[in-house]
Structure formats: structure tokens, C-alpha cells
């Protein structure tokens, strides 16, 4: 194990010192049914807003955990847009290029689960500040200091947001950075035009492709695990970090390298935002110098932590933290 790591540990991913890592996308309010089951189609007792969006949750555990993060992204000039910038400004992500709109109101998503842990959204994105995100001084400003670029498939259902992808992908590229790519992208939004072009397109250039369970096959387009990732090293890919929920996740490298890490055992209070939490931890420590086993442990953790309590973004944990968390809990066997 020492010697897998210690081969893995000069990653293709920019060092934190080149500048920080950059998501792009939406910021959301979430506001959650206290009552488990089905719908909103009668008055409920609700509790929020927390502050949420994937690319948000991402962004802030890359933060708390120690590396270099800012966001790019767009609010309305409401308690929804505050609430949110507080919190990522307080957990020392750089906020300079979240735009404010004057008109359009912060996105949101109300959210139910169900007895068996399913969900029912009611989501406002497409007619939120979040589909203005598009060019600005601020974002161009950033792109042209940062050092990594990570890609959220959830980007892909806001217009605009793929030019500026590009954009920023280029710029960080010439200067040295690298790209990230986590494709939680639903397969039925994948289709076979534009998008599913983009996202191919995404896959080839990714440094680090952070899918989850059957998001590998849809990344590879190729069935099965191992078939998957020989697939996508074939085509170029750096290293692989899989999400498997509660069961834990592996990392592959492309020399053959395998490294499995346990799940933490925890009560799942609210799964929303493991991923993110993962994929926060994972980029930020590896960019940090931390070789895979290591990153990887303090991801499993973060993630872990985050369905923990309840909130998208409320468990993600600081370094210490996680230390803590890592101590204390036992893993599932
Ligand atoms: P999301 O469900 O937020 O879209 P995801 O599907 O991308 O996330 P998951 O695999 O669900 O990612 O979670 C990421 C990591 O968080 C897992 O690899 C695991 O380490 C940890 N994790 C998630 N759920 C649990 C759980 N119930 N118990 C312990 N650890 C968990
Ligand atoms: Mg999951």
C-alpha cells in the first residue's frame, strides 16, 4: 500500500500554490420537509434555508479542509444570495466572483424525503439568479489566477455555464492548471446531441474524473468496473476517484494502482452533499501533496460527516475536525 501510494503521489493535478480551485454553477437555498413523505401537497412544517448547490458544497469543503477555493456563481439580492455568501466567505472561499442579480431571485430547492429515501424536489434554478451565470470582470479576473478547474455535470442544465467552462479551461490550462470532473449528471439529461458531446469532451480532459457508482459505466460508455476504468485510462484520464455511498470508495491510477477505502460507519441523517464533500476533501488534499490513501481516507471521512447531520453543506468538516472524526469513528467492515 505505501509503495502504490507513494508511486501515485506526483498527481497530474496543479499544486495549491498555483492558485486556487475553481467551481462554476449554481448556488442554492434548500428548505427541508421536517415530516418524511411524499410531496408538498399539504401545508408541512419545513426547516431552513441552509445554504446548498452542489458546485457550493464542493467549494466549501475544498475550503474547510485547507485548499485554495473559489466559486464562480450568481445570487439574487436576497436573504437566499446572503445567506449563502456569509457562509462561504466565513469558511474562506473566495467570493469576489459570485455576481449578485438585480432582478432574479437566489435558486432554491425544497426537498422531501420519502419513508424509503427517495426524494421529491421542487426546485427553482432555471428562472433563478443561477441562470445568469455568465461571463464577468470578476470571473475572467479569477480564472486567470486559479490552478484548477472542477466541472460539476449539474452545470450542464444552466445556459451559458458550459461557454464559460471553456473559458476557463483554457485559461487555467495555459498556466499550468489542471481539471476535475465529477459527472453527476442524470442519464436521461444526457441524451445523444450537444450535451452528451460536451460531457465526452469533459471525460477525455479530466485530470481526476470523481464519479459515482454506475456514473462510471455512463462516463466510459462501456459496462462494467473493470472494463470502465481500463476504458477511460485508455483514453486518457488521470486518476479515478468512485463514490460507492455507504460502502465506501476506491481510487484507481492509471498505472494499474488500486487503492479501496472502507465507508465510516454512521446514522445516514440526510445524504444530500456526500459527494461534493468527498470530492472537496479529495481535490483539495491531493493539489495539497497528500498521496492518494491518505486523501482519500480524510474524503471517505468527509463525506461520512456530511450525511451525518442534517443540512447539504452543515457536516463538512475542517482538517482538525476530520482528524477527530477519523479517531473516533469505526469503519463499516
Ligand atoms: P450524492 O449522493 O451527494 O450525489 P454521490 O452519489 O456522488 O453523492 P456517495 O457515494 O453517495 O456520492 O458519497 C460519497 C462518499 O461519502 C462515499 O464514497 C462515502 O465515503 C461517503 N458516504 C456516503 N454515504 C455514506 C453513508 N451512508 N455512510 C458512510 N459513508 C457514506
Ligand atoms: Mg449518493
Same mark, same amino acid.
Given at each position: ?20 480551485t475553481?467551481v #462554476?454553477?449554481? $448556488?442554492? !437555498?434548500?428548505?427541508?420537509?421536517? %415530516?418524511?413523505?411524499?410531496? @408538498? ?16 458544497i464542493f467549494i466549501d469543503q475544498c475550503a474547510r479542509i485547507?485548499g485554495?477555493a ?12 446572503? $445567506?449563502?455568501?456569509?457562509? +462561504? ?7 469576489? *466572483? ?7 431571485? &437566489? ?10 429515501? &427517495? ?21 475572467? *479576473? ?8 472542477h ?13 464559460? #467552462? ?32 460536451? @460531457?465526452?469532451? +469533459? /471525460?477525455?480532459?479530466?485530470?481526476? +474524473? ?11 460508455? /462501456?459496462?462494467? %468496473?473493470?472494463?470502465?476504468? *481500463? ?20 481510487? @484507481?491510477?492509471?498505472?494499474? &494502482?488500486? $487503492?479501496?477505502?472502507? *465507508?465510516?460507519? !454512521? ?9 461534493d464533500c468527498f470530492g472537496g476533501a479529495y481535490v483539495a488534499l ?13 474524503a471517505?471521512?468527509a ?5 451525518? !447531520?442534517?443540512?447539504?453543506m452543515?457536516?463538512a ?8 472524526? #477519523? ?7
Amino acid at each position: 500500500m505505501a509503495d502504490a501510494s507513494a508511486r501515485l503521489t506526483p498527481s497530474r493535478l496543479a499544486p495549491d500554490g498555483l492558485g486556487p480551485t475553481v467551481v #462554476i454553477g449554481e $448556488i442554492l !437555498v434548500e428548505i427541508m420537509a421536517v %415530516e418524511p413523505g411524499f410531496g @408538498f401537497l399539504e401545508p408541512l412544517h419545513l426547516v431552513g434555508p441552509y445554504p446548498s448547490g452542489a458546485p457550493a458544497i464542493f467549494i466549501d469543503q475544498c475550503a474547510r479542509i485547507g485548499g485554495r477555493a473559489a466559486i464562480v456563481a450568481c445570487v439574487g439580492d436576497d436573504d437566499f444570495g446572503r $445567506i449563502n455568501i456569509r457562509r +462561504l466567505r466565513k469558511d474562506g472561499v473566495d467570493v469576489s *466572483a459570485i455576481a449578485v442579480s438585480p432582478c432574479l431571485p &437566489t435558486g432554491s430547492a425544497f426537498v422531501r424525503y420519502r419513508g424509503d429515501g &427517495t426524494r421529491d424536489f421542487v426546485y427553482n434554478i432555471a428562472t433563478s439568479a443561477a441562470a445568469e451565470i455568465g461571463p464577468t470582470e470578476a470571473s475572467l *479576473a479569477l480564472f486567470a489566477r486559479a490552478g484548477h478547474l472542477h466541472v460539476m455535470g449539474t452545470a450542464f442544465a444552466i445556459p451559458g455555464v458550459w461557454e464559460l #467552462i471553456q473559458q476557463a479551461m483554457e485559461t487555467i490550462r495555459a498556466r499550468g492548471g489542471s481539471v476535475s470532473f465529477d459527472p453527476n449528471l442524470r442519464k436521461e439529461l444526457l441524451g445523444q446531441g450537444q450535451t452528451h458531446q460536451r @460531457f465526452q469532451a +469533459l /471525460v477525455d480532459s479530466a485530470d481526476l +474524473l470523481l464519479p459515482s457508482g454506475g456514473e462510471l459505466s455512463v462516463a466510459a460508455g /462501456v459496462d462494467g %468496473e473493470a472494463e470502465a476504468v *481500463a476504458a477511460l485510462f485508455a483514453r486518457g484520464v488521470g486518476e479515478i476517484a468512485l463514490k460507492r455511498g455507504g460502502r465506501g470508495s476506491t481510487v @484507481f491510477a492509471a498505472d494499474g &494502482t488500486r $487503492i479501496d477505502c472502507p *465507508a465510516f460507519a !454512521v446514522a445516514e441523517v440526510d445524504p444530500t452533499g456526500a459527494g461534493d464533500c468527498f470530492g472537496g476533501a479529495y481535490v483539495a488534499l491531493r493539489r495539497l501533496g497528500l498521496a492518494p490513501a491518505e486523501a482519500l481516507t480524510y474524503a471517505n471521512a468527509a463525506g461520512a460527516r456530511n450525511v451525518a !447531520v442534517r443540512g447539504p453543506m452543515e457536516g463538512a468538516g475542517s482538517r482538525a475536525e476530520l482528524e477527530a472524526f #477519523i479517531a473516533a469513528t469505526d469503519r463499516v467492515a
